[in-house]
């Protein structure tokens, strides 16, 4: 956790479930990803029951790590530590390959140092 950002709980996120206005948890970090609804690509009845909630799981099922890499751009802080699960592990950066084809369509990434 970053000095200064924000902790939230489960409860503050549950408010923020419509396309309009939503949060997730991924890995025990808060998320806005409004902007990621209105982008065509989401089924909004599929989506729209995980919104608010944590959606590590069908995050990382159906994702790609490009996608991880824009998810980490919509961070707004974390989930309090008592409400976390044991189970967290942080998203993997994008590679160099993947940054560059994230790039290629307008999109900044920052590919992991060495």
């Not at 998320?31 to 989506?47: E, K, L, Q, S």
């Amino acid at each position: 956790m970053a000095e200064g950002e924000r902790v939230y709980t489960r409860e503050e996120v549950a408010r923020h479930a419509t396309m309009d206005d939503a949060w997730a948890i991924v890995d025990g970090v808060v998320y806005d990803i409004t902007p990621c609804m209105n982008n065509g690509r989401h089924n909004a009845h599929m989506v729209s029951r995980d919104l608010g909630r944590d959606i590590t799981a069908i995050f990382k099922q159906i994702h790609s790590r490009n996608a991880r890499n824009l998810l980490l751009q919509r961070r707004i802080g974390v989930l309090d530590r008592s409400q976390q699960s044991l189970s967290s592990q942080p998203l993997a950066p994008a590679t160099a390959t993947e940054a560059k084809k994230t790039a290629s369509i307008g999109l900044r990434v920052t590919p992991p140092q060495p």
